[in-house]
């Protein structure tokens, strides 16, 4: 099992950035493909961007390409979010995620998830 921790939500104007980290504790973090999901209130929760335990292949939803990156640190286990050129849309709760098999981008098979930081795009 995994402990997962958000943080540096926060609220941003719009072309502006903001870096989210996720601390994890528990089993080894190398063990875990990651996450970062989305959600707005009344909305369903929405992949963002995913990395495997590597760090070798990242994925991204097109609404986030060439904006956002995704890192991992696997020996601080610390994920990254990277997200430059902020746009009122991304506004949302951010949760850091971890499974233990593979990446999806379906939030219903991953296992593991963090309590959410809330990212604000306004001006």
């Known amino acids: 099992q995994v402990h997962l921790v958000e943080s540096g939500g926060g609220v941003v104007q719009p072309g502006g950035s903001l870096r989210l980290s996720c601390a994890a504790s528990?089993?080894?973090?190398?063990?875990?493909?990651m996450h970062w999901f989305r959600q707005v209130p009344g909305k369903e929760r929405e992949f963002v961007a995913a990395i495997t335990w590597s760090g070798t292949r990242t994925e991204y939803d097109d609404s986030v390409k060439g904006r956002f990156t995704v890192t991992r640190d696997n020996d601080k286990a610390r994920l990254y979010l990277q997200m430059n050129s902020l746009k009122p849309e991304d506004t949302a709760v951010y949760y850091c995620?971890?499974?233990?098999?593979?990446?999806?981008?379906?939030?219903?098979?991953?296992?593991?998830w963090g309590q959410g930081t809330q990212v604000t795009v306004s001006s």
């Open positions: 995620a971890a499974d233990p098999l593979r990446i999806s981008g379906t939030p219903t098979e991953v296992t593991y």
């Open positions: 528990g089993r080894a973090f190398r063990d875990y493909a």
